[in-house]
């Protein structure tokens, strides 16, 4: 297995581009569906259920994180295992006020604003029950780490996937149009409150070896750190990135050492834009299950690693086709792999397949 000590120098080389390194390779294990990973979940996914902050008991999902930090550390990956409160809520919008439902094998949100100037700030935080709900999962998962492993942040929606679940992603596609500074300012209430609440969430967890770790993609970084996510930006045109996003984005990450931004294929037409984030550190290209292979996003990788920021390929399974497409068109100092396996076994075959290239 790879010592605690060459995982963290390998992670500090991919940061530092140091040249020689093969790409550092990170490995979740389970289903696709986020929620579906949790046991706890399983009662509150029935359809049409809404689920709400009381419905959340923390103690009934420490037992799946306990798994989780098992297996992955019968993986023989660069990656440590890192927790976030359950990644398959949708902890953004359920602050905003959006009503949360159960969909069988996921969670989904209902629209509640009718009018972008309804999107409110969080101005008093201590009466939002599901931004407390958030804090108490990260204090409660940091003292049961006691050390072991990391806590850090979710997937948490972005602005446009923010207000897309409040008012109707069809309803933000024609403000964009109708009401562009209403728009705009709920934009930045959003981002002012993602900033807000992962300021709050490091008060409630520890440093790991003196760094912290990209939630859900579980990198570690010998510094502060921050993600987001614009998936409803494929509405949207590069003028309107540029009109809408750009800014956002800058402030999203500003102030951290450390940052990422995801990116499904569908989003692909706004890479050059994200590409001037000037404190953008990362971005990870999505291998959707039904999207493009790795091959033929290799023009995509190739831009953002000759535009200087570093490049996470995944969350995905890989096959060994992908592997050796890799090795053979891609700079190896600047890329991690977000590999999905269905279990230790699949997760551990593929590793050695990556091991046995000449890197």
Same mark, same amino acid.
């Given at each position: 297995?790879?010592?605690?000590?060459?995982?963290?120098?390998?992670?500090? #080389?991919?940061?530092?581009?140091?040249?020689?390194?093969?790409?550092?390779?990170?490995?979740?294990?389970?289903?696709?569906? &986020?929620s579906r990973r949790f046991e706890a979940?399983?009662?509150?996914?029935?359809?049409?259920?809404?689920?709400?902050?009381?419905?959340?008991?923390?103690?009934?999902?420490?037992?799946?994180?306990?798994?989780?930090?098992?297996? #992955?550390?019968?993986?023989?990956?660069?990656?440590?295992?890192?927790?976030?409160?359950?990644?398959?809520?949708?902890?953004?919008?359920?602050?905003?006020?959006?009503?949360?439902?159960?969909?069988?094998?996921?969670?989904?949100?209902?629209?509640?604003?009718?009018?972008?100037?309804?999107?409110?700030?969080?101005?008093?935080?201590?009466?939002?029950?599901?931004?407390?709900?958030?804090?108490?999962?990260?204090?409660?998962? *940091?003292?049961?780490?006691?050390?072991?492993?990391?806590?850090?942040?979710?997937?948490?929606?972005?602005?446009?996937?923010?207000?897309?679940?409040?008012?109707?992603?069809?309803?933000?596609?024609?403000?964009?149009?109708?009401?562009?500074?209403?728009?705009?300012?709920?934009?930045?209430?959003?981002?002012?409150?993602?900033?807000?609440?992962?300021?709050?969430?490091?008060?409630? *967890?520890?440093?790991?070896?003196?760094?912290?770790?990209?939630?859900? =993609?579980?990198?570690? #970084?010998?510094?502060?750190?921050?993600?987001?996510?614009? !998936?409803?930006?494929?509405?949207?045109?590069? #003028?309107?990135?540029?009109?809408?996003?750009?800014?956002?984005?800058?402030?999203?990450?500003? !102030? =951290?050492?450390?940052?990422?931004?995801?990116?499904?294929?569908?989003?692909?037409?706004?890479?050059?834009?994200?590409?001037?984030?000037?404190? &953008?550190?990362?971005?990870?290209?999505?291998?959707?299950?039904?999207?493009?292979?790795?091959?033929?996003?290799?023009?995509?990788?190739?831009?953002?690693?000759?535009?200087?920021?570093?490049?996470?390929?995944?969350?995905?399974?890989?096959?060994?086709?992908?592997?050796?497409?890799?090795?053979?068109?891609?700079?190896?100092?600047r890329t991690a792999l977000n590999i999905?396996?269905?279990?230790?076994?699949?997760?551990?075959?593929?590793?050695?397949?990556?091991?046995?290239?000449?890197?």
């Amino acid at each position: 297995m790879v010592s605690t000590e060459e995982k963290l120098r390998r992670h500090k #080389a991919f940061w530092a581009a140091e040249k020689g390194n093969k790409p550092l390779v990170i490995v979740r294990i389970g289903d696709l569906f &986020l929620s579906r990973r949790f046991e706890a979940m399983l009662p509150l996914l029935e359809r049409g259920h809404e689920i709400t902050p009381e419905q959340i008991v923390v103690e009934d999902f420490l037992p799946d994180y306990e798994r989780m930090y098992l297996e #992955a550390n019968s993986v023989n990956q660069d990656g440590f295992f890192a927790a976030e409160p359950c990644t398959g809520l949708p902890w953004m919008e359920a602050i905003f006020g959006a009503r949360v439902v159960g969909e069988s094998v996921s969670v989904i949100t209902r629209p509640v604003v009718g009018e972008l100037s309804n999107i409110k700030g969080i101005e008093d935080k201590g009466k939002n029950q599901w931004y407390q709900k958030y804090l108490e999962f990260s204090a409660k998962l *940091t003292a049961f780490a006691k050390g072991r492993f990391p806590v850090c942040q979710p997937i948490l929606r972005g602005v446009t996937d923010t207000v897309g679940a409040l008012i109707g992603q069809s309803e933000m596609a024609y403000a964009l149009v109708d009401e562009p500074e209403k728009v705009k300012a709920a934009f930045f209430q959003i981002a002012e409150a993602l900033r807000m609440l992962i300021r709050d969430q490091y008060k409630t *967890t520890i440093s790991f070896f003196g760094g912290r770790s990209i939630g859900f =993609y579980h990198i570690w #970084a010998p510094g502060s750190v921050i993600w987001y996510q614009e !998936d409803l930006a494929s509405l949207m045109s590069p #003028a309107h990135y540029q009109e809408y996003l750009y800014q956002t984005s800058c402030r999203i990450v500003e !102030d =951290y050492e450390y940052s990422l931004v995801h990116l499904h294929p569908a989003s692909f037409l706004h890479l050059d834009g994200i590409l001037q984030v000037a404190n &953008l550190k990362a971005v990870q290209l999505n291998k959707d299950l039904t999207g493009p292979s790795v091959e033929e996003m290799l023009p995509q990788c190739k831009a953002v690693l000759e535009g200087g920021k570093n490049l996470v390929l995944g969350m995905g399974p890989f096959t060994k086709k992908d592997i050796d497409v890799i090795y053979e068109e891609l700079p190896h100092e600047r890329t991690a792999l977000n590999i999905l396996a269905d279990s230790v076994e699949e997760a551990n075959e593929i590793i050695g397949y990556i091991d046995s290239k000449d890197w």
